[in-house]
């Protein structure tokens, strides 16, 4: 992927040699990620926002053992979608890290709290929305411009893969933040999820316009059956029905969104990951997937340790491999990896119309 304007300034400034062993050595491709709290890797530590994992226990089970602003007690999907494509993990876009060479590997604009309507999460006050994150990616493109040139940088983002979680705060921390809120009173729930999925589309339209030729893009897990769910609205420990239905309307519809879009595009550019079914199968099934609960987080407090947050203080299990959820809201590293491990190789109804090593295989051909 070397361009050839890369290869002529090496030219000048060293020897032929040095050349053609930069131009064969093609970065690796790279890869954005958009979105929320499943998959802000930092961001948000770089804000002065209430939704940040900056405190301990977080990054417990992290190479450093430390915080890091993810959602987890260790790796979170992007990471692991980078592993499991044998490329760098992708920095934080407010990272200073994010200079010279490193713009290659690509960023993640994500950031907790966000959701597709630009109100949602504004409780949390400074974190980067959607179209800030979009805009975002324009001054990185315009840096990587400055590095590799025009063209080069064009050619990158073409051949970059995109991730983009969207849509589950748009209903915890918007529809159903209070009761009668402003939304859920302006709209009745499949409305709502009409306008959302409306929305969602003017997302990708923009992404795809930035220059994004192979996005995964996720809908929400099972809203209802999270652990800070189970402790607010059930009284039994079954999913919440109310969010589950918000759910089971939203994700066959962002199915439709995507296949329709593809069609106006004429290819497959978006790729539907189907995060609800993914999660309902350990969600139902825990200890087939090597978890002992599937109910109650690993670090929290109260009932299905589903009160508040995740802190120093909370309660923490040992084992966080036993635990399909870490936090109220966010699943564990373990169950992480089993959500990527179906992105990679999952049938049609996780990932629509392909999953990513199909991807990967196709792309790798031209
Ligand atoms: C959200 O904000 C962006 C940019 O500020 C704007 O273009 C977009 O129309 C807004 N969306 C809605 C639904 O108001
Ligand atoms: C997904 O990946 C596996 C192999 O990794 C492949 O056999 C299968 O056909 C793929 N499924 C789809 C729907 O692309």
């Known amino acids: 992927m070397a361009s050839c304007s890369e290869c002529s300034f090496c030219i000048m400034v060293t020897s032929l040699f040095m050349c053609i062993s930069f131009a064969s050595a093609q970065p690796a491709r790279a890869f954005f990620v958009f979105g929320d709290s499943l998959v802000d890797s930092g961001n948000n530590d770089f804000l002065a926002t209430t939704a940040r994992a900056d405190a301990p226990p977080y990054g417990i089970d992290f190479p450093t053992h430390r915080p890091t602003g993810r959602f987890s007690n260790g790796l979170n999907i ?29 960023a993640n604009f994500a950031s907790a709290g966000i959701g597709i309507l630009n109100d949602t999460g504004f409780q949390f006050l400074h974190i980067i929305h959607i179209y800030k ?16 040139g025009a063209e080069g ?36 729930l499949p409305d709502y999820v009409n306008y959302i999925i409306s929305e969602y589309r003017l997302i990708l339209k923009r992404l795809y316009d930035l220059g994004a030729r192979r996005v995964l893009v996720t809908g929400t897990g099972p809203m209802g059956c999270v652990p800070a769910e189970l402790a607010l609205r059930s009284g039994n420990g079954e999913c919440d029905v109310e969010l589950q239905r918000a759910a089971s309307l939203f994700n066959p519809q962002l199915v439709e969104m995507v296949r329709g879009l593809n069609q106006e595009i004429g290819a497959h550019v978006f790729i539907a990951v189907n995060a609800y079914e993914m999660h309902m199968d350990f969600v139902n099934n825990p200890r087939a997937f090597g978890f002992v609960t599937s109910k109650i987080a690993c670090c929290g407090q109260g009932p299905y340790n589903g009160v508040g947050l995740c802190t120093p203080i909370s309660n923490l299990c040992p084992n966080r491999d036993l635990y399909a959820f870490w ?9 992480n990896r089993i959500i990527v491990q179906q992105m990679m190789t999952g049938s049609v109804q996780y990932m629509h119309p392909m999953n990513l090593s199909t991807i990967m295989a196709i792309d790798s051909r031209v």
Not at 156 to 184: E, K, M
Request: charged share 15%; no cysteine; proline share 8%.
């Open 78 to 106: 992007p990471d692991i979608i980078s592993e499991q494509l044998g490329l760098e993990p992708t920095l934080p876009y407010l990272n200073p890290l994010l200079i010279g060479e490193k713009l290659l590997v690509g």
């Open 133 to 148: 994150q979009l805009k975002l990616f324009q001054h990185y493109q315009q840096r990587l411009s400055a590095h590799i």
């Open 153 to 188: 940088a064009q050619k990158h983002v073409n051949q970059a893969l995109i991730l983009i979680t969207l849509g589950g705060n748009d209903f915890v921390n918007n529809y159903y933040l209070v009761p009668y809120s402003a939304r859920s009173r302006q709209f009745s």
């Open 327 to 335: 936090d109220p809201f966010h699943p564990s590293e373990k169950a």
